[in-house]
């Protein structure tokens, strides 16, 4: 039917990639301890030694101003982004973002054209949904293999048991990953 590799793929029309774009996580910025009000901290995203892009976050009651660049006029823009906080059944709060265009509780922004969206209001993919059946098994093979400490790829001998790991567990992830690797040859 479909030789490797003939999955779908990305076509000059197509949507971007999420992964190419800059996201803003409101869980790491929790995580951190930056969600207090009157708090400010710089996010920059680099590749390599190429600066991407630099936004300024200064955090408010129930918002979050961002303020960057824009990349075509080189003016400085500031966004506001609502902030939302649900209940957690053990206790505690969780935070979210507002997404700009759709007001849809989100907990990553990314940042593709000029204004901070959702990844779908971006208009963004992921990776992982233009593979074919061989390259998500081949992928998810690689996965399993990386979590028992063997070196990735489908081609490569089986390791040994990894220390710690219980042997029932051990057999299981094995017969998965059996699976996933008759799957993609």
Do not use: N
Not at 87 to 113: D, P, Q
């Amino acid at each position: 039917m479909g030789a490797s590799g003939s999955g779908r793929r990305p076509t000059p029309g197509s949507r971007p990639l999420a992964e190419q774009a800059t996201p803003l996580d409101i869980r790491r910025l929790a995580r951190d301890g930056m969600l207090v009000p009157g708090r400010s901290l710089h996010c920059v995203w680099r590749r390599g030694e190429q600066l991407l892009r630099r936004v300024d976050v200064r955090v408010e009651w129930g918002a979050v101003l961002l303020t960057y660049k824009h990349t075509a006029t080189g003016q400085d823009v500031t966004q506001c982004v609502y902030t939302q906080t649900t209940a957690c059944s053990l206790g505690g709060h969780r935070s979210w973002f507002t997404c700009h265009y759709c007001a849809k509780r989100v907990a990553v922004l990314y940042s593709h054209g000029e204004q901070f969206g959702c990844r779908r209001c971006c208009g963004l993919r992921y990776a992982s949904q233009t593979e074919g059946a061989r390259q998500r098994a081949a992928r998810q093979a690689s996965k399993i293999r990386r979590r028992l400490g063997w070196t990735a790829g489908a081609l490569e001998t089986p390791g040994e048991k990894p220390k710690g790991m219980h042997w029932k567990t051990f057999w299981r992830v094995s017969a998965e990953l059996d699976a996933f690797t008759l799957g993609s040859i």
